[in-house]
């Protein structure tokens, strides 16, 4: 199996690098925040930045170092919800890029596989060239065709999509061949119903009394005539006469 290195470093938005948190409410508890996270009292710099969070609800940067907070402490699913919230918040590419592969790590640890392909794919429309991004992305991609292989859910699951998917055509296909039928009696009755299909019957005419009688005569003609023919044909009887026995 290829060996990918995985980058799981998280970046803290310390106020030496942005001085204008100073002047933003809760600035303190930012202060603080940042003073625990570095000493690795995770609990404690939790606690600080919720505490800014609620001095201004929009503290982008405070939203962002909960998510680092949560994160250290193995709080995978609370962390993945402050870096989601982070990158629709951040000011530009380069922090937006670092929210969502932040958010690709947290998924990543919490086994969610394909949520964590989604953002570091994110992450690298905001930042193409990062290396890290694109080795954690590799390693994710492979995690999931594993997990496919290994889990039998996914395989019913599979399973049943492509079940699904074959009812849909099956029954597509049944309502294709109904309106094929009955287009099909449709145009038999059609064509049953055009005079120009319709049988020939034959012209019969009606026949007055006088034709009727002179019919009738004509046929007892030939009934006589054929009798005297019949007559005419028969063989005379030959009279034989009989020996006695002895």
Same mark, same amino acid.
């Given at each position: 199996?290829k060996?990918?290195?995985l980058?799981f470093?998280l ?5 030496a ?9 809760g600035? @303190?508890?930012?202060?603080? =925040? !940042?003073k625990?996270?570095?000493? #690795?009292? /995770? $609990?404690?710099?939790?606690s &600080? +930045? *919720? %505490? ?6 929009e503290?982008?940067?405070a ?15 609370e962390?993945?919800t ?7 918040m ?8 670092? @929210?969502?592969?932040?958010? =690709? !790590?947290?998924?990543l640890?919490? #086994?969610e /596989? $394909?949520?964590s392909?989604? &953002? +570091? *794919? %994110?992450?690298?429309?905001e930042n ?7 080795y954690?992305?590799a ?5 999931l ?23 849909k055509?099956?029954?597509?296909q ?5 309106q094929?039928d009955?287009?099909?009696n449709q145009?038999q009755?059609?064509q049953?119903?055009?005079p120009k299909?319709?049988?020939?019957q034959?012209?019969?005419?009606q ?6 009688e002179k019919?009738?005569?004509a046929?007892?003609?030939q009934e006589e005539k ?9 063989v005379p ?9 002895w």
């Amino acid at each position: 199996m290829k060996r990918y290195y995985l980058f799981f470093s998280l970046c803290l938005l310390i106020p030496a690098m942005y001085a204008q948190v100073f002047s933003e409410p809760g600035k @303190a508890s930012v202060r603080e =925040g !940042n003073k625990a996270y570095l000493d #690795k009292n /995770y $609990a404690l710099s939790e606690s &600080a +930045y *919720k %505490k800014a969070i609620e001095a201004k609800k929009e503290n982008s940067r405070a939203i962002y170092n909960l998510g680092n907070a949560y994160y250290q402490q193995g709080k995978f699913p609370e962390a993945a919800t402050e870096f989601e919230r982070a990158a629709s918040m951040a000011e530009n590419p380069g922090e937006k890029a670092q @929210a969502f592969h932040n958010l =690709g !790590n947290a998924h990543l640890k919490a #086994k969610e /596989y $394909a949520q964590s392909i989604d &953002a +570091y *794919k %994110k992450a690298l429309r905001e930042n193409p060239n990062d290396l890290d991004t694109k080795y954690n992305l590799a390693y994710a991609q492979q995690m999931l065709k594993q997990q496919q292989q290994n889990d039998p859910k996914q395989d019913e699951q599979k399973k049943d999509e492509e079940k699904k998917d074959q009812e849909k055509q099956d029954q597509k296909q049944n309502q294709e061949e109904e309106q094929k039928d009955q287009q099909q009696n449709q145009d038999q009755q059609e064509q049953q119903q055009d005079p120009k299909n319709q049988p020939q019957q034959p012209n019969q005419q009606q026949m007055t009394p006088e034709e009727i009688e002179k019919m009738l005569e004509a046929l007892e003609f030939q009934e006589e005539k054929l009798q005297q023919d019949l007559q005419k044909k028969k063989v005379p009887a030959v009279k034989k006469k009989v020996e006695k026995d002895w």
